[in-house]
């Protein structure tokens, strides 16, 4: 997204890139098209990313690496902190966390998690969202938040728990191609060996007890073995370490999965959805 305003808030591993590509290309005795001609990418699109007017893609690092690295692997490096320079100023310290993570313990009451979104349904819920954001700005949140994805990858490999409403699978973002390919996708997802998916139903509260009342959240497990608690609403986040917080928290996460549908039933749910099944 290349915009004059991007060159007074870029981050810092943005502003870094930028001098290095820069000076290797200089010390090449490259001029911005020709560096363009060998990366791939347009004059115009080097002098954005020298300027930090528009940080570098993932696409555009890589062809950095290949092209200036010199092999000693710098831009390849800085892939995973320019990606968190893209990212809301309320989500960047959790995205440290989520990336090296053991373990996350996710629920999830309004739309799908952003781990388990599909391009389709990020883009369409990104550029739906209130204020308005500019196509390159959504495109920009939606390469990030894919992104994300690596996670599930990963070395070691993380375990990941997730409880979703059964409104957010009711719930259409972006038409009902979209929600098919979205269902497909959690269903994918809820078959991995590391991943333990379960829907809340909606009647779940018949009985008058309903734990979820008090809104999504997130439980981390750092390589340290400590236990957090990340919460998001209305582009306001909070980390809690506070040990006996937390351990609220956890048991109130627990009463959650506990009312929630087996992952047998739960994937039988999304299948349906899906129209996978009868």
Known sequence: ??????????????????????????????TQEQAGSELGFSGAAVSAMETCAQPASDEMLVALERVL???MGIFEQAREY????????????????EQKALGLSLYATLVVHGLFQTEEYARALIGGG???????????????????KALFEREPVALIEVVLEESVLRRTIGGEEVMRGQMRHLAECARRRNVTLQVLPLDCGLSGEYAGARGGLTLVETPEHDHLVYLEIQGESLLIKDPTKVSTYSQ????????????RESL??????????Q
């Open 1 to 30: 997204m290349a915009r004059s305003e991007n060159k007074e808030t870029a981050g810092p591993a943005t502003r870094l890139v930028a001098g290095i590509a820069r000076n290797m290309r200089v010390k090449k005795g490259w």
């Open 69 to 71: 690295g010199d092999g």
């Open 82 to 97: 320019v990606r968190l320079d893209k990212y809301p100023a309320q989500f960047k310290d959790y995205a440290l966390l």
């Open 130 to 148: 209130y204020p308005p954001l500019s196509g390159e700005r959504v495109e920009e949140l939606v390469e990030a938040r894919l992104a994300r």
């Open 252 to 263: 109130r996460y627990a009463r959650i999965r506990a009312q929630a549908l087996d992952p």
């Open 268 to 277: 039988g749910l999304i299948e349906r959805l899906a129209g996978d099944q």
